[in-house]
């Protein structure tokens, strides 16, 4: 089992950056795919960003490509995402997650599969 917890989330305007850090207690961080999910007022939850467990498959979503940067380090069960050239949209709740442990080659996208969930982060993106 994996609780995730968030942190680095804040005010920035627009061209800015930002770098979240998500820490991870318990023993199968390793073994686990992660996950950066966002949530604006009144829309669903979406991927931004997931990484399998050993850190060589990597999935952005579209709109933040060439923008956002996941990595991840075993040794510390840390999971950060490095947020540059923000833009309004990319304003939310930014979430950390973790799934069962699965060792899947290739990290889910979704959030169903996704089993451990941080409380969240504020990222808000001045004009």
């Known amino acids: 089992q994996v609780q995730p917890v968030e942190s680095g989330g804040g005010l920035v305007q627009a061209g800015g950056s930002l770098r979240l850090s998500c820490s991870a207690s318990?023993?199968?961080?390793?073994?686990?795919?992660m996950g950066w999910f966002r949530q604006a007022p009144g829309k669903e939850r979406e991927y931004v960003a997931v990484i399998n467990w050993s850190g060589d498959k990597i999935f952005y979503r579209q709109s933040v490509k060439g923008r956002f940067t996941i990595s991840r380090n075993n040794f510390a069960n840390t999971v950060d995402l490095q947020m540059d050239s923000l833009k309004t949209e990319d304003s939310g709740v930014y979430y950390c997650a973790a799934d069962r442990a699965s060792l899947k080659y290739s990290p889910p996208l979704s959030v169903g599969e996704y089993a451990y969930w941080g409380q969240g982060t504020q990222v808000t993106v001045a004009s």
């Open positions: 318990g023993g199968t961080f390793s073994r686990s795919s």
